[in-house]
């Protein structure tokens, strides 16, 4: 936030270490100490911490403004210096609830920098296979420009997943080992915009006027070069991002991006900016508050459109303190909100303060900021919230649940989700609505320990436990065990992030087959002491396909005879037919064969059915039965691209190492290997940079095979001009994606336009 908070100061100081109070208490001036920050400008009055609402910031660029004034602790390490990684596994016991636990944290890093947590997770509505999870990751927090911000990818339904790791350097990889995502401190929120088949991230973003919000979107996102840089609000002071994406063709809003954030710069209120052109503008902005709210999170209705903000009155902060639950919402597409509904108070869960904040445990003066969120979520014009709130006398944290049926006018009375006897603390949790009418309530549950010691792997300490609803809220199944071992309370150890941290939301979501959610974990094991990493893991919604061959939204480049149909539990074979599954609306001819244990079909063709282009496999909805319980399956669509060779740049004019002059208009001819799809070529295809250049237009020839880009060189000194084109910007039959291409050009400039 210091870019935007010395902006508003204009010039009240060099940063210090000087109190509020101190010139007071000293007769004589003292000279202040001048701090160099990595990734801070210099100029801030540390006294002005709390007139500027930085010390009730939760996102990491605040916390590292605390640290370097002296108003908070950074992490630290235990005194082993070796670093190996080992994963522990505590308490494993059976699961009622979710699959096998995934760790988010591939490819290497260096200790101290090794924190990953506050997550945000969801999968392709058009492709179950892909999940991704963005989450707070100080690998790159002494990087240049800095960059703790990281997102995994699933390509196989959530069974492994990829940190995204810079292999090399070019497109969006700037730093060798480091995420994809430069300029970004974290607070993650990521979406997936429907019409365009692209993954947008949010961060606090450097690169958005200091310390506003911004990201990097991506049609192929499990290739680290492909993400673009975007912004969504230019600011100083942003804080407590979150996002919706309205995915549901049906709605009137279809397409539309939301995301709120707390502006500390203006009133410390909820703001929120939405995008009606899938992401290229941001400018449709509306305040939710005219004072501090915290904003909890926003999620939205598919079915109507219907937008919700969540938001707290946190009663002032510090501990004891009381809190109010609040809902804003929109009916026309976020242009207006109205607050619908605000709650009754209730003690703020904690068992101290650390400043502003109240703590989870008391471990090191306290640990584990956190008070009271949760998440919103909403489906056929219910509105659902869960919160934690102070347990019965030492009890720090139970987890409750709220229930509208007028669009968020009027809430059930709580009811408590978690079921122990216990005063061990629940806490933080998330919650996720599918589209068949589930939800999935998943937070962290000490019921199953005596203590906690913070950085012991020998002393477990919580688990993730969930509870399920399969009729939208009206009731729900007990309340089980999600995540696979009891934890230990992992530590904190980076330096440069405040040492009460360990995230402060889980966003959780769902499609309509599965509910995906993620946590910060402790069972792994680094220098002798558990830290936190990332986990995930999913909750299937009902009986469901789950994965294909071939894949959805995959491109193949035979016809193949044979469909293979993954479910999420065995099939009642005696309800099969071979006219269930179709591809282009041609049904199976064959009889089918089963495998894995019945939890497979594989439908067979006399003839292939696959055609140049897009193809689209289909189960209707009942057409067979799951064996446990004669469960009917839900409706399976999806499509894949048959394309015998892929589309490629083969050629350019001028050629790769030729030479453009300027200043001045010039064109570049770009020849492929088949005719493009015109409507799939926009003039930001063709990226520019090491020399002041933009693309001006585009025009098609030579049967759609060559596009020329108008290019205006502006730039009168000669140089390298590096042009490309992003993975699968550019489309053949509609479907079959280009494959990356980049190419270096010698620039002549000069102060006179040459012309070629």
Not at 151 to 161: A, K, Q, R
Not at 205 to 219: N, V
Not at 307 to 336: C, L, Q, W
Not at 367 to 383: M, S
Request: charged share 15%; aromatic share 10%.
């Amino acid at each position: 936030m210091l870019a935007g908070v010395v902006l508003a100061l204009g010039g009240l100081g060099t940063f210090s270490a000087i109190t509020a109070n101190s010139a007071q208490a000293q007769p004589k001036q003292q000279k202040p100490k001048i701090l160099d920050i990595q990734g801070l400008p210099p100029g801030f009055d540390c006294s002005k911490i709390h007139d500027l609402g930085i010390d009730k910031m939760e996102n990491l660029r605040a916390g590292r403004i605390m640290i370097a004034c002296g108003a908070a602790q950074g992490g630290s390490s235990s005194p082993s210096s070796a670093f190996l990684r080992l994963t522990k596994d505590l308490l494993p016991a059976p699961l009622a609830y979710g699959a096998a636990d995934v760790d988010l944290v591939t490819h290497p890093e260096t200790f101290p920098n090794i924190t990953q947590s506050e997550t945000y997770t969801i999968a392709n509505p058009d492709n179950p296979n892909q999940v991704l999870v963005a989450y707070n990751d100080s690998r790159g927090r002494n990087a240049t420009p800095i960059n703790i911000s990281a997102v995994s990818v699933s390509t196989d339904g959530g069974l492994t997943f990829d940190r995204l790791t810079c292999p090399d350097v070019g497109g969006s990889c700037t730093v060798i080992g480091q995420g994809p995502f430069a300029g970004t401190e974290g607070d993650p929120v990521i979406l997936y915009n429907k019409p365009t088949g692209k993954f947008f991230t949010v961060w606090i973003d450097t690169g958005c006027g200091g310390g506003g919000m911004g990201g990097y979107y991506s049609a192929t996102p499990s290739d680290p070069h492909s993400w673009t840089h975007y912004c969504v609000h230019s600011g100083g002071s942003d804080d407590r991002e979150s996002g919706w994406a309205d995915n549901n063709p049906s709605s009137p809003f279809f397409g539309r991006m939301y995301v709120s954030w707390n502006d500390f710069a203006r009133g410390q209120g909820i703001f929120v900016r939405h995008s009606n052109d899938n992401g290229v503008t941001w400018s449709n902005e509306t305040q939710v508050t005219n004072s501090f709210i915290r904003d909890v999170q926003i999620t939205g209705d598919p079915t109507n459109g219907d937008v919700y903000v969540a938001g707290m009155d946190e009663g002032g902060g510090g501990f004891p303190h009381n809190d109010i639950n609040k809902i804003y919402r929109s009916t026309d597409g976020g242009v207006t909100f109205t607050n619908t509904y605000t709650g009754p108070t209730f003690p703020g869960p904690g068992v101290g303060a650390v400043g502003y904040f109240a703590v989870m445990f008391t471990d090191g003066g306290g640990y584990w900021r956190h008070e009271g969120w949760g998440e919103p979520a909403a489906y056929n014009q219910v509105v659902h919230l869960v919160y934690d709130q102070h347990g019965t006398g030492a009890d720090p944290a139970d987890v409750y649940y709220i229930r509208s049926t007028d669009r968020g006018v009027t809430f059930s009375a709580p009811f408590k989700l978690n079921t122990d006897s216990t005063t061990r603390p629940n806490w933080q949790p998330n919650i996720s609505a599918s589209n068949a009418g589930t939800l999935l309530a998943t937070w962290y549950d000490a019921r199953e320990s005596a203590t906690c010691t913070k950085g012991n792997p020998a002393v477990p300490c919580y688990r993730m436990w969930s509870r399920k609803s399969n009729d939208n809220g009206v009731t729900w199944l007990a309340d089980d065990m999600l995540s696979d071992v009891v934890s230990p309370l992992p530590a904190q150890p980076d330096p440069g992030i405040v040492s009460i941290y360990v995230g402060d939301y889980d966003y959780g979501s769902a499609i309509l087959t599965k509910h995906v959610t993620s946590w910060a974990d402790g069972r792994v094991t680094i220098s002798g002491q558990s830290q936190q990493d990332a986990f995930t893991d999913r909750e299937l919604v009902g009986f469901a396909v789950t994965t294909t061959s071939p894949n959805c939204n995959s491109v193949i480049n035979t016809q193949p005879v044979d469909f293979v149909i993954n479910l999420s539990d065995p099939v009642d074979t005696s309800t099969v037919q071979a006219s269930d599954f179709t591809v282009n609306g041609t049904p199976s001819n064959l009889t089918p064969t089963f495998s894995n244990g019945n939890a497979t079909i594989t439908f067979h063709f006399g003839s292939s059915p696959v055609t140049l282009g897009t193809n689209t496999m289909h189960i209707p909805a009942g057409a067979f039965n799951r064996a446990s319980d004669e469960m009917p399956n839900f409706e399976f669509l999806c499509s894949f691209c048959y394309a015998p060779v892929q589309l490629a740049v083969t050629s350019t004019n001028p050629p790769v190492g030729g030479t453009f002059t300027g200043p001045g208009t010039r064109t570049l001819d770009v020849n492929f290997n088949l005719p493009v799809d015109p409507t799939s070529v926009q003039d930001g295809d063709l990226h520019l940079s090491g020399i002041p250049a933009t693309v001006t237009g585009h025009s098609l020839s030579n049967g759609n095979m060559t596009v020329t880009f108008t290019i205006n060189f502006t730039g009168i000194f000669s140089g390298t001009l590096t042009a490309s084109i992003d993975a699968g910007n550019i489309t053949n039959n509609g479907c079959n994606p280009n494959t990356a291409f980049t190419g270096m050009y010698n620039y002549v400039g000069s102060v006179c336009d040459t012309g070629l």
